[in-house]
């Protein structure tokens, strides 16, 4: 049974730095790629950054870019997202999903595993 276990939410103030981990078990996840979305009150799931689990490839969002980073620990079987420059509008609910490399791409549905969500909230 796959299980997507995600950790480090809390609130911060503007302009802080937070680290996601996302601890996953239950199958091989290579040709997996692992994402992160986040979910804001009254909005739909977002994409917020992928990596391929083969070859660590990254992909983010426009709204992250440059903030935040993408990691994969293969030996823990780990991914992180570190936030830097966090934003009032960073504040949400972030969640760690998986999905088959060939059809897991930006958006919720493609992606078959979810972890139960960690909050994250920005102080301004």
């Known amino acids: 049974q796959v299980q997507l276990v995600e950790s480090g939410g809390g609130l911060v103030q503007a302009g802080g730095s937070l680290r996601l981990s996302c601890a996953a078990s239950g199958r091989t996840f290579s040709g997996y790629n692992m994402s992160w979305f986040r979910q804001a009150p009254g909005k739909e799931r977002e994409f917020v950054a992928a990596?391929?689990?083969?070859?660590?490839?990254?992909y983010y969002a426009d709204s992250v870019k440059g903030r935040f980073t993408i990691s994969r620990d293969t030996a823990k079987n780990t991914v992180y997202l570190q936030m830097n420059s966090l934003k009032p509008e960073d504040t949400a609910v972030y969640y760690c999903?998986?999905?088959?490399?060939?059809?897991?791409?930006?958006?919720?549905?493609?992606?078959?595993?979810w972890g139960q969500g960690t909050q994250v909230t920005v102080s301004s």
């Open positions: 999903a998986a999905g088959d490399l060939r059809r897991a791409g930006r958006r919720p549905n493609e992606y078959a595993y």
């Open positions: 990596i391929s689990w083969s070859d660590g490839s990254t």
